[in-house]
């Protein structure tokens, strides 16, 4: 008689899990079910406030800003495309420095702001004076767009140089920007002319003084 032995084979089982964990583990499944569904619940309330409440208020935030462009961009699609806030801050304008003049034709414009150059400067006592003349392109922006597509509107800028006291230069510059002939003063340099600063003393002043002017395409320039 043949006796067959079957080896016996033994399976150990390591398990992983952390010691801390398990031991939480335990204790949570020792506690009653009324606590565990507790705590499961004040879980999920702190999460939803410190996750899906803020992005609720992020998300409300977001959309009051966008209505508020939304609207604001309402008000610039009027009829004239001015809200208005901005029409009744022009009209106050308006009356208070009058009806400011459109530019007109470049020959006549440069003559009226020589004109008005060689006066002023006269007027303070500045005999003497260089220029030079430019003229300078505007491609686009609201007064472009008011004049049409067949207007060319261009700078008529006049840089001027000469000698005075401080004081009178400031004088000048003042009274160069009253005028209704010059649409404005872009730029001012100061060099102090002579040795040590004393009274009296003078500088030599390089003013650009600007008038704007709008010709037809195809007329004259």
Not at 142 to 157: D, F, Q
Request: overall charge positive.
């Amino acid at each position: 008689m043949t006796t067959t032995m079957t080896p016996t084979t033994t399976t150990t089982t390591t398990s992983t899990e952390s010691p801390i964990f398990a031991s939480l583990r335990q204790r949570w499944d020792r506690l009653p079910r009324a606590t565990r569904w507790l705590t499961a619940f004040l879980l999920f309330v702190a999460l939803y406030f410190a996750l899906v409440e803020p992005a609720i208020d992020a998300r409300q935030r977001w959309s009051t800003r966008a209505d508020s462009i939304e609207a604001r961009l309402a008000s610039l699609s009027t009829s004239d495309g001015v809200p208005s806030e901005v029409r009744s801050d022009l009209a106050a304008g308006v009356r208070r420095f009058g009806e400011p003049p459109l530019p007109g034709d470049p020959r006549a414009a440069s003559e009226s702001l020589t004109r008005r150059i060689t006066s002023v400067l006269l007027e303070h006592d500045v005999r003497e004076h260089t220029a030079t003349s430019r003229e300078v392109p505007v491609a686009s922006g609201p007064l472009v767009s008011s004049l049409g597509t067949e207007a060319r509107l261009k700078r008529l800028i006049r840089e001027i140089q000469f000698v005075a006291t401080p004081e009178a230069v400031a004088s000048i510059i003042a009274a160069l920007e009253r005028s209704p002939d010059v649409a404005s003063v872009s730029r001012v340099q100061l060099r102090k002319q002579g040795g040590a600063r004393s009274e009296g003393d003078v500088v030599r002043a390089v003013v650009a003084v600007e008038a704007w002017a709008a010709s037809r395409q195809g007329g004259r320039r």
